[in-house]
């Protein structure tokens, strides 16, 4: 059986993670709240909800139903602004070549990601076409590392988890990964994704060969 692979997108294929972090940082400033470059790792991955979730807890705060999807929502404003003049520059290293050379040898191609803007993304950086299902933010109710989301994504793809291979950024994604029993590969900080099955600091990393053995790799 064919292997199957699943691309996390902010953090993986494009550089929007910068955004993310800019966004919420800002938006936990407005309401009295700091947070670390150590603390957003956490935020890595997780939906829009669950991220204000996370903050507030850190902050020790707690809002009402309707100023809580206010600021849902200046979030996601505020983050649509750094992604309106986004292009085929912000696509991550490696990554159209990888691309190139799983589609050239016909494995399917899916995206997994929690974001609800990843339609959008992938049509400004022009990768939408690569892709033969896109499973993400609107169509999942469990945000990572809950491994919903890489499950549909696997189903799209008519392939059986053990035979997909998931690129990931996040903690949280890459715990999804291993969970759905899926062959996890972290893509950045070795020391913080230490629980993927192989890390590697960005595309330009993987070799044909490292791609040829996991394509004959079996996941038990
Ligand atoms: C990705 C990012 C998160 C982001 C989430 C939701 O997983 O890593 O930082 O919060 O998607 O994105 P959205 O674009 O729907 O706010
Ligand atoms: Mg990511």
Redesign the pocket.
């Known amino acids: 059986k064919t292997k199957g692979f699943i691309f996390?997108?902010?953090?993986v294929i494009v550089d929007t993670?910068k955004y993310?972090y800019l966004a919420w940082k800002a938006l936990a400033k407005s309401i009295g709240i700091d947070f670390t470059v150590h603390q957003n790792e956490q935020?890595?991955?997780?939906?829009?909800e669950s991220?204000l979730n996370k903050i507030l807890e850190w902050g020790n705060k707690t809002l009402p139903k309707d100023k809580f999807m206010e600021l849902m929502k200046e979030k996601?404003n505020q983050?649509l602004s750094y992604i309106t003049t986004m292009d085929e520059n912000e696509i991550l290293p490696g990554v159209t070549q990888i691309l190139d050379y799983i589609s050239q040898r016909k494995h399917p191609i899916a995206l997994g990601?929690?974001?609800?803007?990843s339609k959008i993304i992938l049509q400004k950086v022009n990768l939408l076409d690569w892709f033969d299902a896109i499973v993400d933010?609107n169509n999942v109710t469990k945000a990572k590392p809950d491994p919903e989301v890489f499950l549909k994504a696997a189903k799209a793809i008519n392939t059986p988890a053990n035979q997909c291979i998931v690129f990931e950024d996040?903690v949280a994604g890459i715990q999804a990964a291993n969970v759905a029993n899926m062959i996890s590969i972290g893509i950045g900080d070795s020391t913080i994704l230490n629980e993927a099955d192989f890390v590697f600091k960005d595309f330009t990393e993987i070799h044909v060969d490292f791609l040829e053995r996991l394509i004959k790799t079996k996941k038990e």
Do not use: M, T, V
């Open positions: 996390d997108l902010d953090g993670a993310h935020l890595k991955g997780i939906s829009r991220s996601n983050y990601s929690a974001s609800k803007n933010g996040s």
